[in-house]
């Protein structure tokens, strides 16, 4: 029995640890330096690459551990794994809480378009999602992601830092920059919370996007509920 896991976040790694032998992980390979243990990386080539390589290989299932925001690569997980009668399990961190004071909004475009001119904006997206706010010279971005961004808003700086963070520094960070409003996705989990709990206490305008809505699937929140999954695969 092999599992192939998707991953591209800490619970991936765990997961791929837990299994040991039995499980290959995946990594996209946007990322230069990866914390993670053995792995193969890159695209599959898309749904129809995805299950030449879960056929070729004779994979027995999937988890799909990658981002909340990775859609693309769930919504082919889905298609692929459908089309070969294989079972698949989502991996995935709960959403941080809704809070009342957060502007929520469906996408980074909207996000985007929330910013109003003059903000001094701390954008914690990642440095693939920058899109929307490189046309925007009416407004000062603090830009931080793991990798360095190919493409900067016009007006700001650029930080390059990994998580986990911690609530002091990020307060001393905002502070320092007299952020206005903070921009980030609805990731979940305890690593980069403190930017959140940072912007309440400093009473900074949280603009948050909501999670991409993806393929109805079997989904578990922690690694020890997806190794009990495999187990019973393999019973
Ligand atoms: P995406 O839009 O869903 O995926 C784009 C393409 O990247 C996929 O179609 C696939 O290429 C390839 N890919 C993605 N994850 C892969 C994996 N685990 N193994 C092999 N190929 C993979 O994903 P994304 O938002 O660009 O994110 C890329 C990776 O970074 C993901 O693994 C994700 O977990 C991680 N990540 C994303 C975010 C985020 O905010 N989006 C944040 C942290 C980490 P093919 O179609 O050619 O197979």
Redesign the pocket.
């Known amino acids: 029995m092999t599992v192939l896991v998707?991953?591209?976040?800490a619970e991936?790694r765990a997961l791929a640890t837990a299994l040991g032998a039995v499980a290959e992980l995946?990594?996209?390979?946007?990322?230069q330096k990866p914390l993670a243990q053995a792995h193969?990386?890159?695209?599959?080539?898309?749904?129809k690459?995805?299950t030449d390589y879960l056929g070729a290989k004779g994979f027995t299932s999937v988890i799909d551990?990658?981002?909340?925001?990775?859609?693309?690569?769930?919504?082919?997980a889905y298609e692929a794994t459908l089309s070969l009668g294989l079972p698949l399990l989502r991996l995935e961190r709960p959403p941080w809480a809704s809070e009342a004071a957060w502007q929520k909004v469906p996408d980074m475009l909207r996000a985007a378009k929330a910013v109003p001119t003059g903000a001094r904006v701390f954008l914690s997206?990642?440095s693939?999602?920058l899109e929307p706010f490189l046309q925007r010279d009416d407004i000062w971005c603090l830009t931080r992601s793991i990798e360095p961004p190919v493409q900067v808003p016009p007006r700001g700086d650029v930080l390059l830092q990994r998580p986990p963070f911690a609530l002091a520094q990020e307060q001393a960070l905002m502070r320092k920059h007299s952020i206005s409003h903070l921009v980030c996705?609805n990731?979940g989990g305890v690593a980069t919370i403190a930017k959140i709990k940072a912007a309440e206490v400093l009473g900074i305008q949280v603009i948050m996007v909501k999670r991409p809505r993806l393929p109805a699937v079997l989904t578990v929140e922690t690694v020890a509920e997806a190794v009990k999954w495999v187990e019973k695969l393999g019973e």
Do not use: E, W
Request: net charge positive.
């Open positions: 998707l991953g591209g976040t991936a995946s990594l996209a390979g946007v990322t193969r990386v890159g695209g599959f080539g898309g749904v690459g995805l551990a990658t981002h909340p925001f990775a859609a693309q690569m769930s919504r082919n997206i990642g693939q999602s996705k990731a």
